[in-house]
Nanobody, 127 residues
């Protein structure tokens, strides 16, 4: 059973930074591609960032490009989302997702392509 546990959320002022972590309990984590999604109150869950299993393919939503960075540490079975220059509109519950991938280079922004999800961590950015 693959489990994902996010941490690192909290309250931060606009312009500040946070780093989210996602611990993934999976055998052969290096075979999993990963992604981050978020859901603001009253809105649908949306794509934030995605990374292939070898880390070489990375996608970002236009709203976070240049401010957020997705990364992974395979020996630690952990995925990160570094968030800089935070804005009030970044306020949401952030979810980590993972799925087994046979491709080293494939990454996906499509929520339906992820089987495993974390419980989410709240990020609140005050103005």
């Amino acid at each position: 059973q693959v489990q994902l546990v996010e941490s690192g959320g909290g309250l931060v002022q606009a312009g500040g930074s946070l780093r989210l972590s996602c611990a993934v309990s999976a055998r052969s984590f290096s075979n999993y591609r990963t992604g981050w999604f978020r859901q603001a109150p009253g809105q649908e869950r949306e794509f934030v960032a995605a990374q292939s299993r070898n880390g070489e393919t990375i996608y970002y939503s236009d709203s976070v490009k240049g401010r957020f960075t997705i990364s992974r540490d395979n020996p630690k079975n952990t995925v990160y989302l570094q968030m800089n220059s935070l804005k009030p509109e970044d306020t949401a519950v952030y979810y980590c997702a993972a799925d087994y991938s046979i491709s080293n280079l494939y990454a996906s922004a499509d929520m339906s392509e992820y089987l495993h999800w974390g419980q989410g961590t709240q990020v609140t950015v005050s103005s």
